[in-house]
């Protein structure tokens, strides 16, 4: 018999799912202190280079802190809509290419018109945007209603698709007619006026992306606790067979919960195409749609929970690239950083799902 | 347009073939266990950059391989403390060991990019090899294609004909019967994740080493992920894994033979191509029924006493 044993809670402690992500967060900044050091960077002046000066510092902080924004925007959009589906056990995990549609199907529904004036051209692209997520989600969720196909596998291999299909268009379908044959679209941001997304406030970061991340987040927030559906989806989560009694039907809740995602993440990638972005490249995706997956976890699949992570994560990209910058520091070492954030906050779930009994078992019976 | 030798192509798609089959024919044994490791895709590319990284330094492919397989079946151990012994979510423990292989990897190749494999020799059987047409296909390969197809062998005897491989089947059946039989549940599914783990980096090693033979950051390109849906494909079959493994890489090696043709084809929609399979496979495949799929695979296993 084993000293250390675990003991299911009947329910997942309250406190100890408050606590998970802050010991997390705090594991891996231990962690990626003693990898930064092994790197030849002192770890304290790495931490405080990524946590700290993005925000603060007196030279840096005007220009980092509005990107706080304009990261952590996309990273709320999707990490809201995925969340959707990891609380129900419907695995999208290919919101990259959700992502990629979104901005391509907008980006050229907006071209399509260049160079109208008319101010209906961008609300137009944002509806043509989500769409298109919309759609490509929809793909892997009519298979796994209609033939039961495994939407983990179906929406990734769609991410390699979408990564083609933007390959293609930009160097094709979409390229800058005035480009001098490079690849690349027209800059919607600079040069095409009713097609742009620009900063709102100046010297904010904020756009229509933040905007509508913050929209999304209250809209989650009152779906879940307070319509049928944000209960449907818990159900369907915690007690399956409950759900299947309860008259929820399976198939709904996928095509709504991959639906929405889908259309959340095309919504980010419409966002970013027009405004940060400002136009279609081959390499115009950022793994933003993977990164989401952590943001989610970390955030515990809550809406308010995911905007902080979402923020969180925003700023280890701004701190990583400013350690790029200031230390040298190799960009692969934040993406480790962020997989280690998700591995450590799995881990210490245990916290939440289970007592901790030491001792022999026999004997409390 | 070119045209293309049949029997280069059949020979190139062993080659093309062998880091898919040697990915899902470990990730079936670690399913067969019970568990899904969706962290495939984090482990190819781990060995990929680990077996490149060696086998430069060392000059010798065969050292690469060796750690690359070591490593490979090191970061599977992750996996395996936080979803079998701290009982996490399999799938989003997978996911994160993806997230955190391609960081890892491409952090330890920065120093690699541009420089070329040491090379691997192949074995050309005499006599064998002199054969037409079969010659060229079966017998002018490098020891790795045969070992893959070796290990189908072995995998094959093992689950089939051995106690251990009932043990292993039987924990991944049902867990809790097989822990009320006594059988040592995590013990099992750890070395069946350290198997798979191993056999994940021997895959990614052959890609960098033999089949690019460079290192190219992301290389692996979702290998990992087809060898997943491979393991679905084959029902769990470890003959039907070669001959998923095969067909697979039979299609990518004509798109790429039909890219360098100058086909008509634009090339993005050539190389979309397996992807597109996959999916058209795995539709296939989830129509007729999921048969096969062991009865507590992604199931976390908690003894309560």
Not at chain 1, 119 to 134: H, Q
Request: proline share 5%; charged share 10%.
């Amino acid at each position: 018999m084993s000293l250390v044993r675990l003991e299911k809670r009947p329910a997942p402690s309250r406190l100890f799912s408050g606590l998970t992500p802050l010991m997390a967060v705090i594991a891996t900044m231990v962690a990626g202190g003693i990898l930064f050091a092994f790197l030849g960077f002192d770890p304290l002046v790495a931490i405080r280079t990524i946590f700290w000066d993005p925000l603060f510092d007196p030279q840096f902080g005007p220009y980092s802190r509005p990107q706080l924004l304009v990261k952590a925007g996309p990273l709320i959009l999707i990490a809201t809509g995925l969340a959707l589906g990891f609380r129900a056990g419907i695995w999208n995990i290919g919101a990259e290419g959700q992502y990629i549609m979104g901005a391509v199907v907008g980006a050229g529904v907006g071209l399509a018109f260049y160079p109208s004036e008319s101010p209906l051209i961008f609300p137009l692209m944002v509806v043509s945007g989500a769409l298109g997520g919309w759609a490509w989600a929809m793909i892997p969720a009519i298979l796994k209603t209609r033939f039961g196909t495994n939407e983990i596998l179906v929406s990734l291999m769609l991410v390699y698709v979408a990564e083609n299909i933007l390959a293609s268009v930009s160097s094709g379908l979409l390229r800058n007619p005035e480009g001098r044959g490079f690849p690349g679209s027209r800059n919607l941001a600079r040069d095409y006026p009713a097609a742009s997304n620009p900063e709102l406030i100046a010297g904010t970061g904020m756009h229509w992306g933040v905007v509508a991340a913050f929209i999304v987040v209250i809209l989650t927030y009152v779906l879940m606790t307070r319509h049928r559906m944000g209960y449907s989806i818990r159900l369907a989560g915690e007690a399956p067979r409950a759900a299947r009694f309860a008259g929820v039907s399976p198939a709904r809740l996928i095509l709504f919960c991959l639906g929405t995602a889908g259309a959340l993440a095309g919504l980010a990638g419409l966002f970013e195409v027009t405004g940060p972005a400002g136009q279609i490249t081959i390499d115009f995706n950022t793994g933003y749609g993977f990164t989401a997956i952590i943001v989610a976890f970390l955030g515990r699949l809550h809406p308010v929970g995911i905007l902080l992570a979402g923020l969180l994560m925003a700023l280890t990209y701004i701190g990583g690239e400013l350690a790029q910058l200031m230390l040298g520091m190799p960009a692969a070492a934040i993406q480790l950083f962020q997989g280690m954030l998700l591995f450590f906050l799995l881990a210490m779930d245990v916290f939440a799902n289970y007592r901790i009994r030491i001792g022999n078992p026999e004997v409390a019976k | 347009m070119d045209s293309i030798n049949p029997i280069l192509l059949i020979a190139s798609l062993m080659v093309a073939s062998t880091p898919i089959l040697l990915a899902a024919l470990g990730e079936m044994v670690v399913e067969k266990s019970g568990v899904l490791n969706l962290g495939v895709e984090g482990m190819m590319i781990t060995g990929a950059v680990v077996g490149f990284a060696i086998g430069v330094n060392t000059g010798s492919s065969s050292l690469g391989f060796v750690v690359a397989a070591l490593a490979g079946a090191g970061l599977s151990m992750v996996f395996a403390i936080i979803t079998q012994l701290l009982l996490s979510n399999q799938v989003a423990t997978g996911l994160g060991l993806t997230l955190f292989g391609l960081g890892l990897s491409s952090l330890i190749g920065k120093p690699y990019v541009g420089i070329k494999a040491p090379g691997f020799a192949k074995l050309d059987i005499p006599l064998l090899s002199d054969i037409p047409v079969l010659g060229p296909i079966l017998f002018r390969h490098d020891p790795m294609v045969y070992l893959s197809l070796l290990m189908v062998a072995l995998v094959w005897y093992l689950l089939t004909y051995t106690r251990a491989g009932l043990v292993l089947r039987a924990v991944g059946e049902n867990h809790a019967a097989a822990h009320a039989l006594g059988y040592k549940v995590v013990r099992v599914r750890f070395m069946a994740i350290a198997f798979g783990g191993a056999m994940a980096g021997l895959g990614g090693a052959y890609v960098s080493l033999v089949r690019v033979p460079q290192w190219v950051e992301g290389m692996t390109a979702g290998a990992g992920w087809i060898a997943l849906a491979i393991v679905v494909f084959a029902s769990w079959r470890p003959w039907r894994i070669l001959l998923g493994a095969y067909l697979f890489g039979g299609i990518n090696v004509l798109q790429l033979n039909l890219q360098a043709a100058g086909s008509t084809i634009p090339v993005e929609y050539l190389s979309m191509s397996p992807y597109l399979v996959t999916i058209l496979v795995l539709v296939i495949i989830s129509v007729r029924g999921n048969h096969g799929a062991p009865g507590s695979l992604s199931r976390v296993f908690h003894a309560s006493h």
